[in-house]
C-alpha cells in the first residue's frame, strides 16, 4: 500500500464513546520525502443516515519541496468472498465472487456507482460514491477513472504543496439495494436517485454535524446499557467492546435482526440464528426495549416464510416452523441434524415474545401479529409432537443447543421450553378474548383457530414428558444420554479441541459429552420449575462433561455457577466471555466476532452477580460483589422504568432514574418501591433465604368474592331444582338457612336439614344418582344440571374490582389462587374470564377425585396453597362469608378477610354491624363493610403488616374456640 519507505508513529483507535475508528501516521517516502496522516472512519447508526458511511482523511505535508501527492479514491466492484474453510464454524457457504456487476457510471466527478446483482437472489444493490477533495480550503477536481472491467476510481492530483499544506478528503460511500429503505421494494431504475439524495444529505450536515449525531445516538445507549466496572480495566474494556458491537449490528427496521456474527466478518454468511431470541434480544429488552421491539416485529414479518417451512417438511398441515438460520426467512442451513432439527427455535422466540409483552405489554404488537404467530408455532408443536402409550406428550427426533448429540427423543430443553410456549398461547388466547375480543374473534376468523385446539394445547402442556432419573438425582439431556459411554477427557490433549475440528459426528455423537450448555440452559430458562437442589445436582453433573467449544456456553454456566453458590467458576466463566473476542480465545474470530457471546457478558453481570429475574411479572436482584471488584453499575429498563443499581462493599444502591415508579424484589426478603428520583440502599443479604419476611407471598380468594352474581346463581339453581320437590316457594330466607346449616358429616347436610323443615326426607344416596332419583345426591346432580344451563345462557361476569386486585397482587409477584363449591366451578372460572389470571383453583369437582373434607374444615383453601407451592402461613385468604368453618382452621392462614358486601345475603337486608362482630369471634382479621371499598395489593400489605403476630394470633383463637367448646353456648352456628 505504501509503496516502501518508512511507516512509524502509527496508532489506530477505536473510540466506542463516539462511534469512530481513527488512526495516525508517519511516512517517509524511498525519497525522503513525510507526510502525516490522519483517518477517521465513520459509520452513522442513526436509522435516518443507515444507507452510508464516511471515510475522512487529512494529509499533511511535512517535508519542502514535495512535487506531487496523488490521492485515490476506489470503488471496487469485484469483491470476492474468502475460500470456504473446513471449520464448521465458520458456516460459509460461498467463496469466489458472490455479487456480480449490472453497470456503472462515473459521468460525474462528485457522483459515481456500480449496481450489482446477488448469484441466486437476483436482489440489487446500488453502491455509490462521492469525494469532496479540498488543499488548505480550496477544492480540488477530481479524474474519473473506470479501471479494469469493475472498479471506478476518483483520482486527485496536489502537484507542488507547499510545506505544512493540509490536504482533506472525505470520501461519502451510500448503499441502496432493491429491498428499499424502508422494507417496501423500490424499482432498480430508482436506485440511483435515492443514492444520491442520501449522499447530498449527509454532505450538507457535514462531519463534525454527524460526529455529532453519532455521539448523541451512542450517548442515549449507553445511559441505559453501559455496565461500570470497578476493579477491572481489561473486563471494562471487554464489557463496553461487547455493547458497541451489539449495538452496531442490530436492525432497527423489523426487517433486519442481527447476525451471529455482527458485520465483521463472514463467518455463516450474514445469517441470524436462536442466538437472537436467547442471548441478545434481553440484552436490548431491558436496557433498550424499542430495539428489542424490532428484533421481535423481524420474526412477525417472516411468519408466511414459517409457514411454507413447516410444510416443507412433508407430513405438517398447520402451524409455522421458523428457519435455524436465515436472512429474509428461508431456511438456509444444509446440515439438518445441526439445523432444522433444532426445532426448539419456535420454543425460543415464543418465549422471547413472552418476555417481551412482559416488560413492555406492547399490545398493540400482540394484536397486529405476535399473537398469530405464537398460535401457528403452537400448532406445529401438536402436530410434530406424539403421544406415549403412557399419556406423555413427547417430541421425538430434534437436536437440543448441544450439537455433539444430534437427532435424539425428547431433549428436555426443548420439551421444557415447548411447555411453556404451548402454556403461554393459550394464557394469550385467554387475554385476548377477555380483554381485546373484536380482535381475537377477528384472528380466529383468519385463521381457523378453534376452540379444541387451545384445549389441545393446554393438555400437550399438562403432559408433557419431563424426565427425572432418581437414580442420580438429574433430568436426562434427553432419553439415550444417560446410557452414552462417557467421553475419555483424560486422555483427549488439548490440541484436540474443539472436537469437531478434529472427531467426526458420528464419532462425537456416540460419547457423553456436551458442547454447549443444554440441560443447564433449562435451569436458566425456566428456573422457576426447579428447586435450588436439582438445579446444584444438575449443574454438577453436566458441567463436567461440557467442553465449551461453543462460544455460546461460558455465558450461561456463569449465571448459574452464580446462583447456585460457585462465585469462583463464576466469574472465571465471566472472564472467558468478555474477553471472547478481543483476546481470539476460540481462535476464530477472523471470521467474525460472537454477537450471542457478548450479550452473554451482560447476562454474566446482570443475570448471574445481580441475580436478576423476573417472577410473576416482578423483578427480582439479589445481587453480589465478585471479590476482584470493589463495586458495579448498571441500568434495567422495565415497565416503562428505568432502575440502576450500584453495588459497592457489602451495600447496594437501587435509584428509580425515569418512570412514575419502580418495584422490586431485593434479596427475595424485601419488597422495595421507588418513585422517579428516589433511591435506597440496602445491605447485600444471603441469596438463599426464604420469603418469609415478605408479609405474605399468596392469597387464595372465594369464588363468590370475585364473581357476585354467584351466589344469586345458587339460590335460582336450588330453587328451580326443588320445586318439583317442596310445596313451599323456596325464599331467600330458606337459602340463608340452607347456608348456615350447610355443615355436617356429608355433602347435603344443609340440604337436608332445609327438607326436614318442609317434611320432606330423603335418603341421602351416591354421587352417581341420577337427576329425577328421589335422593340427595340426585337433587344436588340436579341443580348442578341447572346451574351449568344458567351459566351457558347468562355467563357470570368477574368483579371488576377483584380483577383489577388479582391484577395488581400479579404485578407485585404475588401467587393467586381460587376456590370454588361447586361442581360448576371450573366452568364459572373459566366464563368468567379470571382463569387466566390466576395461578390455581380447586372447585367442587375435587372434593371427591381428592378426598377433600367441606366445612368446617378449609380443606379446598389448603390445596390451593399447596398448588401455589406456599404456606397458609403465608397466605391471605379472602372468603365471602365464613360462617360454618372452623375459627383454629381460618387462624391457620396469615392473614384472612372476609368480604360479605358481595353476598347475596347482605344485598337481602343483613345486619352489616352483627355480621361483622360474627366474623371476627370466627377468627376472621378484617371484615370488609363497606361497598366502595377497594382492594389493593398495598392496602392488604399494610394491614398484614399491622396485625397480630401469626403464633400469637393463632394461639389466642384455638383458646378461644376450646372455651367455646366447652362452654357449648355457641358451636358453629348452634350445630
Not at 455493547?243 to 427496521?253: E, K, T
Not at 483424560?490 to 478434529?502: I, M, R, S
Not at 434495567?636 to 419502580?662: P, W
Request: aromatic fraction near 10%; proline fraction near 3%.
Amino acid at each position: 500500500m505504501w509503496g516502501g519507505g518508512e511507516l512509524y508513529d502509527y496508532h489506530r483507535e477505536l473510540d466506542i464513546r463516539h462511534g469512530t475508528l481513527t488512526r495516525t501516521l508517519r511516512w517517509t517516502s524511498p525519497a525522503g520525502k513525510t507526510i502525516e496522516l490522519e483517518s477517521l472512519r465513520l459509520v452513522p447508526l442513526t436509522q435516518t443516515r443507515k444507507h452510508i458511511f464516511l471515510q475522512e482523511y487529512k494529509v499533511k505535508a511535512i517535508s519542502p519541496d514535495i512535487k506531487e501527492i496523488v490521492i485515490t479514491s476506489k470503488m471496487d466492484g469485484k469483491v470476492t468472498n474468502k475460500p470456504q474453510s473446513n471449520d464448521p464454524r465458520v458456516g460459509a457457504g460461498f467463496s469466489g465472487q458472490v455479487l456480480h456487476m449490472d453497470c456503472r457510471e462515473c459521468k460525474d466527478p462528485k457522483f459515481s456507482f456500480i449496481k450489482s446483482k446477488t448469484t441466486y437472489s437476483q436482489l440489487e444493490m446500488l453502491c455509490a460514491m462521492s469525494n469532496v477533495l479540498n488543499v488548505d480550503g480550496q477544492d480540488v477536481q477530481p479524474e474519473c477513472l473506470m479501471v479494469d472491467e469493475q472498479s471506478i476510481i476518483h483520482k486527485f492530483v496536489i502537484t507542488n504543496p507547499k510545506e505544512g499544506a493540509l490536504i482533506s478528503l472525505t470520501k461519502t460511500v451510500a448503499y441502496v439495494t432493491t429491498q428499499g429503505i424502508d422494507g417496501s421494494g423500490i424499482r432498480a431504475d430508482d436506485m440511483d436517485g435515492i443514492a444520491r439524495q442520501q449522499l447530498a444529505s449527509a454532505h450538507d450536515a457535514g462531519v463534525a454535524k454527524l460526529k455529532e449525531e453519532q455521539t448523541a445516538f451512542l450517548a442515549d445507549i449507553y445511559d441505559t446499557a453501559d455496565i461500570i466496572i470497578e476493579g477491572d480495566d481489561l473486563l471494562q474494556q471487554g464489557m463496553r467492546f461487547n455493547v458497541f458491537h451489539l449495538v452496531q449490528a442490530v436492525g432497527r427496521d423489523g426487517l433486519t435482526n442481527i447476525g451471529a456474527k455482527g458485520i465483521t466478518g463472514e463467518g455463516y454468511c450474514g445469517h441470524y440464528f436462536w442466538d437472537t431470541e436467547i442471548y441478545i434480544l434481553p440484552f436490548f429488552l431491558y436496557t433498550k426495549p424499542e430495539i428489542a421491539k424490532r428484533l421481535v416485529e423481524f420474526r412477525v414479518h417472516t411468519l408466511d416464510k414459517a409457514r411454507e417451512r413447516a410444510r416443507q417438511l412433508g407430513g405438517i398441515h398447520k402451524g409455522a416452523l421458523y428457519p435455524w438460520r436465515t436472512i429474509h426467512g428461508e431456511e438456509c442451513s444444509s446440515y439438518f441434524p445441526a439445523g432444522t432439527a433444532q426445532l426448539h427455535i419456535n420454543a425460543d422466540i415464543a418465549w422471547a415474545f413472552k418476555h417481551y409483552f412482559e416488560a413492555t405489554n406492547d399490545t398493540q404488537l400482540l394484536i397486529n401479529g405476535g399473537a398469530e404467530m405464537l398460535f401457528e408455532m403452537a400448532r406445529f408443536w401438536l402436530e410434530y409432537g406424539s403421544w406415549s402409550p403412557g399419556g406423555h406428550f413427547q417430541i421425538n427426533c430434534v437436536t437440543g443447543p448441544d450439537e455433539y448429540t444430534a437427532l435424539v427423543n425428547n431433549n428436555y430443553y426443548t420439551n421444557v421450553m415447548v411447555q411453556d410456549a404451548l402454556t403461554y398461547c393459550v394464557s394469550t388466547a385467554e387475554l385476548l378474548k377477555h380483554e381485546h375480543c373484536e380482535a381475537y374473534l377477528k384472528l380466529r376468523e383468519k385463521i381457523g383457530l378453534t376452540d379444541d385446539e387451545l384445549n389441545a394445547m393446554q393438555l400437550a402442556a399438562e403432559k408433557m414428558y419431563l424426565p427425572y432419573d432418581k437414580f442420580i438425582g438429574v433430568h436426562p439431556q434427553d432419553d439415550s444420554f444417560l446410557q452414552k459411554k462417557e467421553w475419555d477427557f483424560e486422555n483427549t490433549p488439548c490440541d484436540k479441541y474443539p472436537l469437531l475440528l478434529h472427531y467426526h459426528y458420528l464419532i462425537i455423537y456416540k460419547y457423553k459429552v456436551i458442547k454447549q450448555a443444554d440441560l443447564v440452559l433449562a435451569l436458566l430458562m425456566q428456573g422457576q420449575q426447579f428447586t435450588d437442589k436439582e438445579k446444584k445436582l444438575n449443574f454438577d453433573y453436566y458441567e463436567p462433561l461440557t467442553t465449551h467449544d461453543s462460544s455460546l456456553s461460558t455465558a450461561v454456566y456463569s449465571v448459574m455457577a452464580a446462583e447456585i453458590g460457585y462465585y469462583q467458576k463464576a466469574y472465571n466463566y465471566f472472564k472467558c466471555t468478555a474477553r471472547m473476542d478481543l483476546d481470539n480465545i476460540h481462535h476464530n474470530s477472523q471470521h467474525g466476532i460472537h454477537t450471542a457471546c457478548m450479550a452473554g457478558t451482560w447476562m454474566c453481570v446482570v443475570r448471574g452477580f445481580a441475580g436478576f429475574r423476573i417472577y410473576n411479572g416482578v423483578m427480582h436482584l439479589s445481587p453480589y460483589l465478585p471479590q476482584e471488584w470493589t463495586g458495579y453499575t448498571f441500568c434495567l429498563t422495565y415497565h416503562n422504568a428505568v432502575l440502576e443499581v450500584s453495588v459497592n462493599g457489602k451495600r447496594v444502591k437501587y435509584t428509580c432514574k425515569r418512570g412514575k415508579r419502580v418495584n422490586f424484589v431485593h434479596a427475595n426478603t424485601q419488597k422495595v418501591y421507588l418513585k422517579e428520583g428516589k433511591s435506597v440502599e440496602l445491605l447485600m443479604k444471603d441469596k438463599f433465604e426464604d420469603l418469609t419476611s415478605l408479609h405474605f407471598d399468596s392469597v387464595v380468594i372465594d369464588i363468590d368474592v370475585a364473581i357476585p352474581q354467584i351466589q344469586r346463581a345458587h339460590y335460582e339453581s336450588w330453587k328451580e331444582t326443588l320445586a318439583a320437590v317442596v310445596e313451599d316457594h323456596f325464599s331467600v330466607v330458606d337459602y340463608k338457612n340452607y347456608l348456615q346449616n350447610q355443615i355436617g358429616t356429608h355433602r347435603f347436610a344443609g340440604l337436608e336439614e332445609f327438607l326436614k323443615t318442609k317434611g320432606v326426607h330423603l335418603p341421602v344416596g351416591v354421587s352417581h344418582d341420577a337427576p329425577g332419583t328421589n335422593t340427595l345426591w340426585a337433587l344436588g346432580n340436579k341443580k348442578t344440571e341447572v346451574m351449568k344451563r344458567m351459566m351457558d345462557q347468562n355467563p357470570p361476569a368477574a368483579s371488576p374490582t377483584i380483577v383489577q386486585l388479582v391484577k395488581d397482587l400479579k404485578n407485585e409477584g404475588i401467587k393467586v389462587g381460587l376456590v370454588s363449591y361447586s361442581k360448576s366451578g371450573e366452568k364459572i372460572i373459566d366464563h368468567s374470564g379470571l382463569k387466566r389470571y390466576v395461578d390455581s383453583y380447586v372447585t367442587g369437582k375435587d372434593m371427591g377425585t381428592l378426598g377433600l373434607r367441606g366445612k368446617p374444615h378449609m380443606d379446598m383453601y389448603h390445596r390451593v396453597v399447596e398448588r401455589l407451592f406456599t404456606d397458609p402461613k403465608r397466605c391471605v385468604v379472602i372468603i365471602d362469608d365464613p360462617i360454618g368453618f372452623d375459627g383454629e382452621s381460618i387462624a391457620r392462614f396469615k392473614y384472612s378477610i372476609s368480604y360479605p358486601v358481595t353476598s347475596y345475603e347482605l344485598q337481602s337486608g343483613c345486619n352489616i354491624d352483627h355480621l361483622e362482630k360474627t366474623h371476627l369471634e370466627l377468627g376472621i382479621s378484617r371484615v370488609i363493610k363497606d361497598v366502595k371499598c377497594t382492594l389493593t395489593a398495598d392496602l392488604i400489605d399494610e394491614w398484614v403488616s399491622k396485625s397480630e403476630p401469626y403464633e400469637q394470633r393463632l394461639e389466642r383463637i384455638k383458646g378461644e374456640c376450646l372455651k367455646r367448646r366447652r362452654s357449648s353456648s355457641y358451636l358453629f352456628n348452634g350445630k
